[in-house]
C-alpha cells in the first residue's frame, strides 16, 4: 500500500539535543498526524495537524504543516530519555478522510 | 481522553486453532474501527475498516476468509485469526474512530507455535 517517506529512518543522540524528523508526499493531504510507539504497545497521538501552515506545540514537541499540505516536520527539543521510542508520521490525503496513510517510522535513541 | 481497551495483549496458541482478539471503545461510540498488522521494526500495515452493522472493508491481499471482523456494536469490534500458522504470528492493533481522531488500543502479540 502506499505510505509516506519519512525520514531519518534512526537517530542516535545525546541527551538535551533537539531532534527534527520529517514526512513527506507526492499527494497533497489533508490532515497530518505524528504518533509515538514504544515497545509492545500501540501509537499514541502526540499532535494532530489540520491545516496548511499550522504550527502546533505539545510540550517539547513543536509540528508544522507544511503550506503545500505534501509534508509535514516533527522536532523535539532537549531530548531526554524517555523520547525513546519510534515516532510515525500518519496522514489524510485529500478525497479520503478514513484510511490513514503510515510512514515508515523514525527510531530514537537517547543516550542519557 | 478517548480510550481503547484491546484484549488480549499476548496470546500463543497452537497451528490450526482460532484466536479472538477484541477492540473496545470504553468512552466513545466508535463509528468505524480499523484493524492493522505490524511486524517488527515496520510500519503499520491496514488490514481491513470496518463500520458497525455492515461487513468489514479488506485491504488488497488480505484474506477475509481468515481474518474474520465483526462490529457488531458502536463500541466493539473483534478479529478471529482462523486456523492459525507460524506465519500469522505478528503485533496486531486496533484503532477506533468516533469523530475526534483516532485512538488505538495497547496491541496484541500473537505468537503461532
Known amino acids: 500500500g502506499q505510505q509516506l517517506n519519512q525520514s531519518p529512518q534512526s537517530m542516535f543522540i545525546q541527551e538535551g539535543e533537539d531532534v527534527s524528523m520529517n514526512c513527506t508526499s507526492s499527494?497533497?493531504?489533508?490532515?497530518w498526524l505524528w504518533y509515538k510507539q514504544d515497545p509492545g504497545e500501540g501509537p499514541v497521538l502526540l499532535i494532530a495537524l489540520y491545516k496548511a501552515g499550522e504550527l502546533t506545540s505539545n510540550g517539547r514537541l513543536t509540528a508544522q504543516f507544511g503550506i503545500t499540505r505534501k509534508d509535514s516536520f516533527l522536532n523535539i527539543s532537549a531530548s531526554i530519555p524517555s523520547d525513546v521510542g519510534i515516532y510515525f508520521c500518519?496522514?489524510?490525503?485529500?478525497?479520503?478522510?478514513?484510511?490513514?496513510?503510515w510512514g515508515l517510522g523514525t527510531s530514537l535513541a537517547v543516550n542519557p | 481522553g478517548a480510550v481503547v481497551s484491546q484484549h488480549p495483549s499476548w496470546v500463543i496458541c497452537k497451528s490450526g486453532t482460532s484466536v479472538k482478539i477484541e477492540c473496545r471503545s470504553l468512552?466513545?461510540?466508535?463509528?468505524?474501527m480499523f484493524w492493522y498488522r505490524q511486524f517488527p521494526k515496520q510500519s503499520l500495515m491496514l488490514m481491513a475498516t470496518s463500520n458497525e452493522g455492515s461487513k468489514a472493508t479488506y485491504e488488497q491481499g488480505v484474506e477475509k476468509d481468515k481474518f474474520l471482523i465483526n462490529h457488531a456494536s458502536l463500541t466493539l469490534s473483534t478479529l478471529t485469526v482462523t486456523s492459525a500458522h507460524p506465519e500469522d504470528s505478528s503485533f496486531y492493533i486496533c484503532?477506533?474512530?468516533?469523530?475526534?481522531?483516532?485512538?488505538f488500543g495497547s496491541g496484541t502479540r500473537l505468537t503461532v507455535v
Open positions: 468512552d466513545f461510540q466508535a463509528t468505524t
Open positions: 499527494s497533497i493531504f489533508n490532515t
Open positions: 500518519a496522514g489524510l490525503q485529500a478525497g479520503n478522510n478514513r484510511k490513514l496513510i
Open positions: 484503532s477506533a474512530t468516533g469523530g475526534n481522531g483516532y485512538t
